[in-house]
């Protein structure tokens, strides 16, 4: 049960560094959610992680075969990949901003949140080395660990972008840009000392 709680509690703060940063994803929430409410926000969730679905079934399927022989390249790959995204973080969150735009947003909420998704760089290169490094790690403990990385993932997911629309939807009273800031500047200091935790395990092995 602590293995799982554990799980969960990492794979929602990992994904939260995922889901705050910037892009179109997060675009297609602010403008659905400033025509048609806040239930825009989970409903863009939902197609984002229709797109992680396939993305887990196809590193699950794919790349696990793969990865038992080269443990040691997968990890150090990954612990690298997220001190850099953590430093990226931290220096974004200096002038970032939850821009609200006037261009109108797809009709279908959940067709917007899968493609803004997949049409992301950021997203694949997220999920080419943190994302699958992290899953193939659960994966090793056993599937089931492996399911419950992504429920905590998608509970980032799901929660951001519900915060946004819900905070728009009731004038930005929820969410402003200076909390905004530093909670962005604290994921990118969680990442940078957990990918160097991560490098550490990996070397002492």
């Given at each position: 049960m602590q293995g799982v709680i554990e799980t969960l509690i990492l794979a929602f703060t990992i994904g939260l560094t995922g889901a705050l940063a910037p892009g179109p994803t997060l675009v297609a929430t602010i403008n659905s959610s400033l025509q048609r409410g806040w239930t825009m926000g989970p409903k863009v969730a939902a197609g984002h992680a229709l797109a992680e679905v396939v993305i887990f079934l196809l590193i699950v399927k794919g790349l696990a075969t793969v990865a038992e022989e080269q443990t040691g390249i997968v990890a150090v790959v990954g612990g690298s990949a997220l001190i850099l995204f953590g430093i990226l973080?931290?220096?974004?969150?200096?002038?970032?901003?939850?821009?609200?735009?006037?261009?109108?947003?797809?009709?279908?909420?959940?067709?917007?949140?899968?493609?803004?998704?997949?049409?992301?760089?950021?997203?694949?290169?997220?999920?080419?080395?943190?994302?699958?490094?992290?899953?193939?790690?659960?994966?090793?403990?056993?599937?089931?660990?492996?399911?419950?990385?992504?429920?905590?993932?998608?509970?980032?997911?799901?929660?951001?972008?519900?915060?946004?629309?819900?905070?728009?939807?009731?004038?930005?009273?929820?969410?402003?840009?200076?909390?905004?800031?530093?909670?962005?500047?604290?994921?990118?200091?969680?990442?940078?000392?957990?990918?160097?935790?991560?490098?550490?395990?990996?070397?002492?092995?």
């Open positions: 973080t931290l220096k974004g969150s200096k002038t970032a901003t939850l821009k609200i735009s006037s261009k109108g947003a797809s009709s279908n909420p959940y067709l917007a949140g899968a493609l803004t998704s997949v049409a992301n760089p950021y997203f694949w290169v997220w999920w080419l080395s943190v994302g699958s490094a992290l899953v193939l790690a659960e994966l090793r403990e056993g599937l089931v660990l492996a399911m419950i990385f992504m429920i905590g993932h998608w509970g980032a997911d799901f929660g951001w972008y519900t915060l946004v629309s819900t905070s728009l939807d009731r004038g930005r009273t929820l969410l402003s840009e200076a909390n905004y800031r530093k909670t962005l500047a604290l994921c990118g200091t969680f990442l940078v000392l957990f990918g160097a935790r991560y490098l550490a395990g990996a070397w002492a092995s």
